[in-house]
């Protein structure tokens, strides 16, 4: 079967850093999507990890680790424009999986 | 480019009432997709199409149908509406990647917020 597990809610400081998690369990991976959604928008691409380990785009940096199933998303420098839901969704070839998310609260 | 357009932006129907929404892309992606998103829930994949004259089904396709005649456009029609079909609705394109797949870089349009009473 397939499952998909992110923490729903997480809390940070601005300027702080904060790690979201993500384990999954699908048939025909091929690799992790991450989005980011803002209240009343639209998802937007972060990054996606087809190989094992760390892969860094400004702020952001996702890891991947297959044989674990699991990955994570890693926000630096906190900002609050940063408060938002963030997916991680494994890719089968065709399609994205896309869990509930969590919700990343960035306060003063 | 404009990206990806959805119209309308809002929509009320009643139950037993069809419609289509419409969703083109300007990207010249090959790959085209369907979401809905419900309140408090993940994104649910519809249908969706990885070339002109290609569709198949997501996780949930009760209810709705597609058809690819171009690149650019991918709509989706409500056969019947029901209730339960109230949602917001995401089209997305993604461009191929280098393995020559579709799909893990999709971008999504502003939304349809659908309500069916």
């Known amino acids: 079967g397939q499952s998909l597990e992110q923490p729903s809610e997480v809390t940070a400081v601005e300027g702080a850093i904060v790690q979201i998690n993500c384990t999954y369990q699908t048939s025909g991976f091929y690799g992790l999507s991450w989005y980011q959604q803002h209240d009343g928008g639209a998802p937007t691409f972060l990054s996606y990890n087809a190989l094992d380990g760390l892969e860094e785009t400004g702020r952001f940096s996702s890891f991947l680790s297959r044989s674990d199933s699991y990955g994570y998303l890693l926000l630096q420098e906190l900002q609050m424009k940063d408060s938002a839901s963030y997916f991680c969704a494994p890719y089968s070839g065709y399609a994205l999986n896309f869990g509930k998310g969590t919700s990343l609260l960035v306060t003063p | 480019n404009a990206g990806v357009t959805q119209t309308p932006k809002f929509q009320v129907l009643k139950t037993g009432q069809s419609m289509t929404l419409q969703c083109a892309q300007d990207?010249?992606?090959?790959?085209m997709s369907w979401y809905r998103q419900d309140p408090g829930m993940g994104l649910r994949l519809i249908h969706y199409s990885v070339g002109a004259g290609i569709t198949d089904q997501g996780e949930v396709p009760n209810g709705y149908n597609v058809s690819r005649s171009t690149t650019e456009d991918f709509p989706l029609r409500l056969l019947s509406a029901a209730p339960s079909q109230t949602s917001v609705y995401f089209c997305?394109?993604?461009?191929?990647?280098?393995?020559?797949?579709?799909?893990?870089?999709?971008?999504f349009g502003p939304g349809t917020r659908l309500t069916v009473t």
């Open positions: 997305a394109s993604s461009p191929t990647g280098t393995s020559g797949r579709g799909g893990y870089e999709q971008y």
């Open positions: 990207m010249n992606h090959e790959y």
